[in-house]
């Protein structure tokens, strides 16, 4: 036997005892295993989802509305596009307004004098505190809210729905009733995350969003009158 015949013949003995053991064998049949019996796992209950309306009618819900927002395939929905947000004003900032923000249109803050921009907030309910809208664009500062106010207290019994006064940097005109909490609005304007139509800087609120609004319809009325601090308000009350 030559060396080739040789190696061939320890190849055919090594392969033929693996084709033994792995080739041709027959599978073991299944056997069931019995159901497990020991102690149920203990998960988590299963999550509630808010039973929540995102619209009324036409117009977004606050709940609606934050939703899109943090929403990755409607938080585009609002560029570029008006949109329509209803709810109830729950929270104004008018007793921020510093002493030297507070007087008739016509005459400047000083130069030391920090204001921040009128805003006001909504929710869904008057008792919410957490889920609200921030609201901006309605007045340009506290001097056009004093003017506008101080029309409306002057004007005769019957007549302050008449009073009507444009923002003399925005050129808009002032909302009458001012808003103030426990209205509820139909807001129309532009929502996001940011609001920049203040001329000192611009605010952003990437959680709820802001609405710059533009236009603003009462679904409900105040039954008070807004004020700032100091001001001496004859007719407190909405009739």
Request: glycine share 8%; proline share 8%; net charge positive.
């Given at each position: 036997?030559?060396l080739?015949?040789?190696?061939?013949?320890?190849?055919?003995?090594?392969?033929?005892?693996?084709?033994?053991?792995?080739?041709?064998?027959?599978?073991?049949?299944?056997?069931?295993?019995?159901?497990?019996?020991?102690?149920?796992?203990?998960?988590?209950?299963?999550?509630?989802?808010?039973?929540?309306?995102?619209?009324?009618?036409?117009?977004?819900?606050?709940?609606?509305?934050?939703?899109?927002?943090?929403?990755?395939?409607?938080?585009?929905?609002?560029?570029?596009?008006?949109?329509?947000?209803?709810?109830?004003?729950?929270?104004?900032?008018?007793?921020?307004?510093?002493?030297?923000?507070?007087?008739?249109?016509?005459?400047?803050?000083?130069?030391?004098?920090?204001?921040?921009?009128?805003?006001?907030?909504?929710?869904?309910?008057?008792?919410?505190?957490?889920?609200?809208?921030?609201?901006?664009?309605?007045?340009?500062?506290?001097?056009?809210?004093?003017?506008?106010?101080?029309?409306?207290?002057?004007?005769?019994?019957?007549?302050?729905?008449?009073?009507?006064?444009?923002?003399?940097?925005?050129g808009?005109?002032?909302?009458?009733?001012?808003?103030?909490?426990?209205?509820?609005?139909?807001?129309?304007?532009?929502?996001?995350?940011?609001?920049?139509?203040?001329?000192?800087?611009?605010?952003a609120?990437?959680?709820?969003?802001?609405?710059?609004?533009?236009?603003?319809?009462?679904?409900?009325?105040?039954?008070?009158?807004?004020?700032?601090?100091?001001?001496?308000?004859?007719?407190?009350?909405?009739?």
């Amino acid at each position: 036997m030559n060396l080739r015949t040789a190696a061939a013949a320890v190849v055919v003995a090594v392969a033929v005892p693996l084709c033994w053991t792995g080739c041709g064998q027959a599978e073991k049949p299944y056997q069931a295993k019995p159901a497990y019996s020991g102690k149920r796992p203990s998960l988590p209950a299963v999550p509630t989802l808010p039973d929540k309306a995102k619209k009324e009618g036409d117009a977004f819900t606050v709940y609606g509305a934050t939703h899109d927002l943090r929403s990755r395939v409607h938080a585009d929905d609002f560029r570029d596009k008006q949109t329509t947000i209803q709810g109830y004003i729950v929270k104004t900032n008018y007793a921020d307004a510093p002493p030297c923000s507070i007087h008739k249109t016509g005459k400047g803050d000083p130069p030391d004098c920090k204001a921040p921009v009128p805003t006001f907030w909504i929710a869904d309910d008057l008792g919410e505190k957490d889920e609200i809208i921030q609201v901006m664009g309605f007045a340009s500062n506290y001097a056009q809210l004093y003017t506008i106010m101080q029309a409306i207290d002057e004007a005769a019994k019957g007549e302050e729905d008449k009073v009507k006064l444009n923002d003399e940097f925005w050129g808009m005109e002032l909302p009458n009733p001012v808003p103030e909490v426990g209205a509820k609005v139909k807001l129309t304007g532009a929502y996001g995350v940011t609001f920049t139509k203040a001329t000192k800087g611009a605010a952003a609120n990437p959680k709820h969003g802001i609405m710059t609004v533009e236009k603003i319809e009462y679904v409900e009325k105040p039954k008070q009158r807004a004020s700032l601090p100091g001001m001496k308000i004859k007719k407190p009350t909405i009739e």
